[in-house]
């Protein structure tokens, strides 16, 4: 269900919603901080410049959340446009399950340039309300972790791509080496569940945030996982060693 900015105003109005947005996005961007050591913003960048935007393309951020990336994505593909000066504009769909992070999202607003180039819409990885082969590109970051059927939104996002699309994925994933894992450990068995209570008031979520990082397969399990799906040229790239990892592939 594509939803746009007129929303915005309607929302607004109401104070009481508007704190509950700004607190659900303070928190997960918290959360975030906490759990990447800080880093995510840096890895989402490095994310963007693997995708290398270009004028005229469309990108789909699946789990989008509040529009990090979509919002990366247009400044990115408008710096290649300048350089080359072609006049083509970009555009994004930020798609997520949780309409209250778009609002988010629409209320944290864009700069001018992007000004009704990003689409919100509410709808479930596994089953991409959106036509087959329309997108240069698919991003999932954060995302696929949380996400119950990974095969079935796997093959959906590749089937929304157009053919020698791409396809990134950022994900939490395991540590390389064991002092590193052994390090890594700690802060987010002892150190986390507490930060969760003490800052966040919120103990819960982060024992499930750190219980769903360690089921998630590994770099190469996954990795496979994206064959299967019918991606090609299947790679990774570890982040900060290894506690997240970037997974590319082409459509
Ligand atoms: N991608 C954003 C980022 O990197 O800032 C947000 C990441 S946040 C940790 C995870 C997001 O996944 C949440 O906004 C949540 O609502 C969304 N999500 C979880 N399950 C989903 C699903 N099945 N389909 C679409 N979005 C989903």
């Known amino acids: 269900v594509p939803f746009g900015f007129e929303d915005v105003d309607r929302t607004q109005k109401a104070g009481l919603v508007r704190n509950v947005f700004d607190r659900s996005a303070r928190r997960y961007d918290l959360m975030n901080d906490l759990m990447s050591l800080g880093v995510h913003r840096a890895w989402k960048d490095m994310?963007?410049?693997?995708?290398?935007?270009?004028?005229?393309?469309?990108?789909?951020?699946?789990?989008?959340?509040?529009?990090?990336?979509?919002?990366?994505?247009?400044?990115?593909?408008?710096?290649?446009?300048?350089?080359?000066?072609?006049?083509?504009?970009?555009?994004?769909?930020?798609?997520?399950?949780?309409?209250?992070?778009?609002?988010?999202?629409?209320?944290?607003?864009?700069?001018p340039s992007h000004t009704g180039r990003i689409e919100w819409v509410t709808g479930n990885a596994e089953c991409l309300p959106l036509t087959d082969h329309s997108f240069d590109c698919v991003t999932i970051s954060t995302g696929i972790r949380?996400?119950?059927?990974?095969?079935?939104?796997?093959?959906?996002?590749?089937?929304?791509?157009?053919?020698?699309?791409?396809?990134?994925?950022?994900?939490?994933?395991?540590?390389?080496?064991?002092?590193?894992?052994?390090?890594?450990?700690?802060?987010?068995?002892?150190v986390m569940p507490e930060l969760g209570e003490h800052v966040a008031k919120d103990r819960a979520s982060y024992q499930y945030l750190v219980e769903s990082i360690r089921r998630f397969p590994d770099q190469e399990s996954f990795a496979t996982e994206l064959r299967t799906a019918g991606f090609s040229q299947v790679s990774y790239t570890n982040f900060s060693g290894g506690i997240a990892a970037l997974h590319t592939g082409w459509a």
Do not use: H
């Open 47 to 111: 994310v963007m410049t693997r995708a290398n935007p270009q004028p005229g393309e469309r990108l789909l951020d699946v789990a989008g959340g509040t529009g990090d990336l979509a919002r990366s994505f247009l400044t990115k593909a408008d710096r290649a446009g300048k350089r080359r000066a072609d006049p083509r504009r970009a555009e994004a769909i930020v798609l997520d399950i949780n309409e209250q992070m778009l609002r988010a999202g629409i209320k944290r607003g864009v700069e």
């Open 146 to 190: 949380n996400v119950t059927d990974r095969a079935a939104a796997l093959k959906d996002m590749r089937r929304v791509l157009k053919p020698g699309g791409r396809f990134l994925c950022l994900e939490f994933s395991r540590p390389t080496s064991r002092a590193w894992e052994n390090l890594y450990d700690a802060w987010s068995f002892n």
